[in-house]
Structure formats: structure tokens, C-alpha cells
């Protein structure tokens, strides 16, 4: 069984990276065995709650304001529409809804609060529940663990070498610092990042040696390809090619056991075949709906069918994505809804029974 680690190097994540792809496939693709049903793909469904008007300048992104893009802006979303999108995801197959709000940090006030209702009332939906709102204070998270938040997003988006490439208005110390406030609450911590923005290899490296140096390790990374959007200053760099993707899903399998891998951004440029072979390297979570935030996403009915094809199942919602610590849980991968896992989260030692009650009040 292969372990967590915390201590690999760039050149270690570069040599698994560039390995040939068969023995990077069979690599990842046993790892993921060891870990994963390879049958199961957790689908999320992304809702925009607040769109455009950023005042961030993050390279990639058609939301910054100081950007020409033509995206239609849009204020905080009202609960109730909130409600009735969520209802729409889990009907068409998703466990779990995540709500970007283009901030560059959240503000306590009525609009805080709202998002808080939003929590509230999707975890009462028996759906995970997943924000990104840009930075977060330790008591803003404390706050939304209460509300029931299942995860937190904040990626890293590449190394801290490139990052100041990418984004100049905060520095890759400030992500850290959101992840860190995010772990002293019950919230589980998705973070990744995007390939395909003119970064090197050792980017893609250093990003994962960032992401496996985290203790515990982020329950969920997402891979992203860069979707070039006119207007922003990454809008005439060239698609990813599919061999990139494949290459930095195995090698993240590899690096992150036991974390759950999301194929996220740019599936609209990938084959089928291409996505398949995503799967086998260990990809174990998509985003649905037609679009992600802002830019293109396959449509849900497409996703079923691509499901279909290759016999894959949607996961339910509060499924384990950590090791089982006993062999009743190692025999249970689903757990039904209202029922207490029995496992506790990567890197964290609290109690048995504390964190059962921790993930019952997240199922409640
Ligand atoms: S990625 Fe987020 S923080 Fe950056 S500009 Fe877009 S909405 Fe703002």
C-alpha cells in the first residue's frame, strides 16, 4: 500500500511525471485501486452565486474587473434560487454543490450572511456543501463549518515561483494562510491549481510539492486545463495538449494517494477517449453542468452517457476520501445518508467518536 507523504522534491514529482506513459498509467492506476472504488466519480455542480466585478488581477480569470471580458455580472444570488439550482444538481446526479463568489475575501455583513443561509440550506438538502469566496479569516470558517460547509476551494493555482507570474494583488502566502484557517474548522480543504498557463515543468512539480507538504493534505485537488478567455491576458496562449492532463492526473495520483483528484476546467477540449484515460490515471471527481463559473463545460446529459460508456457510477454524498481506519469502514466504501462514517480524515487525530460527531453534524 502505497503511503501519504509530505516530503517529496520537485526533481522526485518531475521523474514520476516524465516516466513513459504506461508505467506512469500502471502506476497511478494501481495506486488509485489501493485507494478509490476506480468505478465511482464524485460529480459537483458549480454555481456562480456572484459573478464578475473582481478586483483580483489572477491572469486566467474573465472575472477581474480590470479585464474586457464579456461576461455578464451578476450580484449575491438569492437563497431561494440558490435552493432551486442545488435541487436541479442533485436530481441530474451531483453529490455536491459548490458556490464561487468572485470576492477577493469575504466580508462579515448581510452578504456573508446569506451565504451562510445558502450553507444551511443546501446541507439540509443531504448534499456536500463546497465555497470558494477567496480569502477567509479563522472565525469566517468557524462560522461556515456551523453552517454545515462540507469543503472549502482556495487553490494554489501553480508553484510559488510562477504564482507571481500569474496573480500580482496577493502572494502565494495568503493561499496558505486561507487553507490554514480553513483546517482549525471541521471544513475539508479542495485545492489545486491549472496547467497550461506558460508555466514549466518544475511549476507543475512545485505545485505538488506544495500540495503533498500540507499536513493534513487537501481532501481534493483539482486539475485544471487553462480555458483561455479573450480579454484577459492569458487569451492567446494554445490549449493544453490531452498528454499534459493525463500526465499531471497520474502523477498527482501518484503524489496524493488517498486525496480525491477532480478533472475540472477544460473537459469541453477533452475526447472522451482522452477523459477515459483521465479515469484510469486516477481522476476521481468532475464538475457537471454547462458551465464552470464563467467558461465552458460539458452539458450533464453528455456526462451521463460518457458514465454510461464507461461504466462508471456518480458518488453519493459524504462518501470517506481517507484511509478506513477500521476494517468495518474498509468494508463499507458508501455510507448512506444520515449514517456516521467511521473513518477520520487524512492527518487528523482527533477522537474516533469526535470526528463521527463532527460528520453527523455535517449530515443532519
Ligand atoms: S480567480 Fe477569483 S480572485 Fe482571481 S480574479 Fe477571478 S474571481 Fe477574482
Redesign the pocket.
Known amino acids: 500500500m502505497s503511503e501519504t507523504r509530505h516530503d517529496w522534491t520537485t526533481a522526485e514529482i518531475m521523474a514520476i511525471y516524465n516516466k513513459p506513459l504506461m508505467e506512469l498509467l500502471y502506476e497511478a492506476a494501481t495506486i488509485h485501486r489501493e485507494h478509490h472504488d476506480p468505478n465511482t466519480v464524485q460529480v459537483s455542480t458549480l454555481l456562480s452565486i456572484k459573478t ?1 466585478g ?5 491572469g ?5 474587473a480590470r479585464y474586457h471580458t464579456d461576461i455578464e455580472t451578476n450580484d449575491l444570488m438569492k437563497v431561494s434560487h440558490v435552493k432551486a439550482q442545488a435541487l436541479r444538481a442533485k436530481a441530474s446526479g451531483s453529490s455536491r454543490v459548490c458556490m ?5 475575501n469575504v466580508k462579515d455583513g448581510p452578504e456573508f450572511d446569506q451565504v451562510l443561509e445558502m450553507v444551511r440550506t443546501i446541507n439540509k438538502l443531504d448534499m456536500e456543501v463546497c465555497c ?1 469566496l ?1 480569502m477567509l479569516t479563522e472565525n469566517q470558517a468557524k462560522r461556515l463549518a456551523e453552517a454545515g460547509l462540507y469543503a472549502y476551494n482556495h487553490n494554489l493555482d501553480t508553484s510559488e515561483d510562477y504564482y507571481k507570474d500569474v ?1 500580482s ?2 502572494a502565494f502566502e495568503d493561499r496558505l494562510q486561507t487553507i490554514d484557517n480553513v483546517r482549525k474548522s471541521n471544513v475539508t480543504v479542495c485545492s489545486g491549481g491549472i496547467i497550461g498557463m506558460g508555466e514549466r515543468l518544475e511549476d507543475r512539480a512545485g505545485m505538488l510539492v506544495a500540495l503533498t507538504s500540507l499536513n493534513p493534505q487537501p481532501e481534493s485537488v483539482p486539475i485544471n486545463a487553462l480555458v483561455a478567455v479573450e480579454g484577459t491576458p492569458m487569451a492567446e496562449i494554445e490549449p493544453v495538449a490531452i498528454w499534459d492532463m493525463i500526465r499531471m492526473v497520474a502523477t498527482t495520483r501518484i503524489v496524493l494517494p488517498e486525496t480525491q483528484v477532480r478533472l475540472s476546467a477544460g473537459r469541453t477540449e477533452m475526447s472522451r477517449e482522452g477523459q477515459a484515460m483521465c479515469f484510469f490515471a486516477g481522476a476521481n471527481s468532475i464538475f457537471a453542468g454547462d458551465k464552470l ?1 464563467t467558461t465552458p463545460n460539458p452539458d450533464v446529459n453528455e456526462d451521463m452517457e460518457m458514465f454510461k460508456l464507461l461504466g462508471l457510477n456518480p458518488q453519493k454524498p459524504f462518501v470517506k476520501v481517507a484511509q478506513p481506519t477500521t476494517t468495518e469502514a474498509a468494508d463499507s466504501e458508501l455510507v448512506p445518508l444520515g449514517e456516521k462514517p467511521k473513518w477520520t480524515r487524512p492527518g487528523h487525530t482527533i477522537a474516533r467518536n469526535e470526528t463521527a460527531k463532527q460528520d453527523a453534524k455535517l449530515t443532519e
Open positions: 464578475g473582481c478586483p483580483e488581477d489572477c486566467y480569470c474573465p472575472q477581474a464561487g463568489a468572485a470576492w477577493r470558494t477567496g496573480i494583488t496577493r463559473l
